[in-house]
């Protein structure tokens, strides 16, 4: 049960479908798929909040090393409305100020639309 408020990374779609991540589980992620870099659209340089292509991402799943999470992260690509699923780096207090590509933007929108994952108050 350690999934429920401890998640260190987010995977969610444009429509509002998720996919959470534990710490555990993130760095696997990360470390299993060269930090998402081939699926990589457009990223904060300081944290792990990311826009990813759906595609891309799906093969670098299947590409990589079994990760306990690829099926659902797979399933979240390919039904994804758009193009792009986004990643947010929740551990993280990064406010992403040096992420200046149109990039930013977009993911932003996307997490706008989310409920509040009951971030911490500054
Ligand atoms: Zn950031």
Do not use: I, K
């Not at 760095?27 to 060269?34: E, S």
């Not at 792990?48 to 990589?64: C, E, F, K, N, Y």
């Not at 409305?81 to 406010?95: G, K």
């Not at 149109?102 to 500054?122: I, Y």
């Amino acid at each position: 049960m350690t999934r429920l408020g401890g998640a260190a990374v987010v995977f969610v779609d444009d429509d509002g479908n998720r996919v959470e991540l534990a710490p555990d589980e993130s760095d696997a992620l990360f470390t299993l798929t060269a930090e998402l870099e081939a699926a990589t659209v457009s990223a904060c340089p300081t944290c792990r909040s990311r826009v990813v292509a759906v595609v891309a991402l799906v093969d670098v799943l299947r590409a990589g090393a079994p990760h306990t999470r690829s099926s659902e992260l797979v399933e979240l690509a390919e039904e994804a409305p758009t193009l792009h699923v986004y990643v947010e780096d929740v551990t993280s207090r990064c406010r992403h100020e040096d992420w200046h590509d149109p990039g930013h933007e977009e993911w932003a929108d996307a997490l706008d639309d989310e409920p509040s994952l009951g971030r911490l108050a500054p």
